[in-house]
């Protein structure tokens, strides 16, 4: 299992906990991250945990070899999606899942309520912030997201909103669902 952009690996630590006998495999581009991920205690083998950009070389998997490649908060960071959900799929077994979670569109009066709310960011200073991270976070809205997994490829099996800020969409390569 390849969580993608994994960050400080806890959602891998998190899987890990539940099945410690999963092989997985966290891929970053910030170094400090991968660090971080790296010093967690791991309750089995510790995953591979590598630095890498996702945009610039292809997965160190073989084509159909992996479960499960999640992706949260990412895939919205980066100008072209499509290569990289090409590789994604590449790398996914024929009943693989790919868990897409992201950032959906919002209006930027609840994104500004979410970030006083959820963030605690209420001050005239964090308004700059919100300003700024608007573009970033609002990107896609849920019906863009769905065209994007479709154009690579990709057949929707279930989507949920786990929070008001981002849809979740468990999906399988076209093949596998047809
Ligand atoms: C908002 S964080 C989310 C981290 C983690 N998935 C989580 O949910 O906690 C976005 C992560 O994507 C990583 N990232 C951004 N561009 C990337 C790329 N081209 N290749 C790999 N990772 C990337 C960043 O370094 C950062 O750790």
């Not at 952009?5 to 006998?21: I, N, T, V």
């Not at 077994?93 to 605690?120: C, E, K, T, V």
């Not at 279930?158 to 849809?167: G, I, N, P, T, V």
Request: net charge negative; glycine share 8%; charged share 20%.
């Amino acid at each position: 299992m390849i969580d993608l952009g994994c960050g400080p690996g806890l959602f891998l630590r998190d899987l890990a906990r539940r099945d410690p006998s999963m092989s997985l495999y966290g891929y970053d581009v910030t170094p400090a991250m991968i660090v971080y991920a790296q010093g967690l205690t791991w309750p089995g083998v510790t995953p591979t945990l590598v630095v890498h950009d996702v945009t610039a070389a292809p997965l160190p998997h073989a084509a159909g070899a992996v479960d499960l490649v999640s992706m949260t908060s990412v895939l919205h960071v980066l100008d072209e999606p499509l290569p990289v959900l090409a590789e994604i799929r590449r790398v996914l077994s024929p009943r693989g899942l790919f868990l897409l979670h992201d950032w959906i569109r919002q209006p930027f009066q609840s994104y500004l309520a979410w970030r006083r709310d959820g963030l605690g960011e209420t001050g005239p200073e964090h308004l700059g912030r919100a300003f700024r991270l608007f573009p970033v976070h609002n990107k896609y809205t849920s019906e863009d997201w769905q065209w994007l997994l479709a154009e690579a490829g990709f057949a929707i099996r279930h989507e949920a909103a786990l929070r008001q800020s981002h849809r979740m969409f468990v999906a399988t390569t076209a093949a596998a669902a047809g």
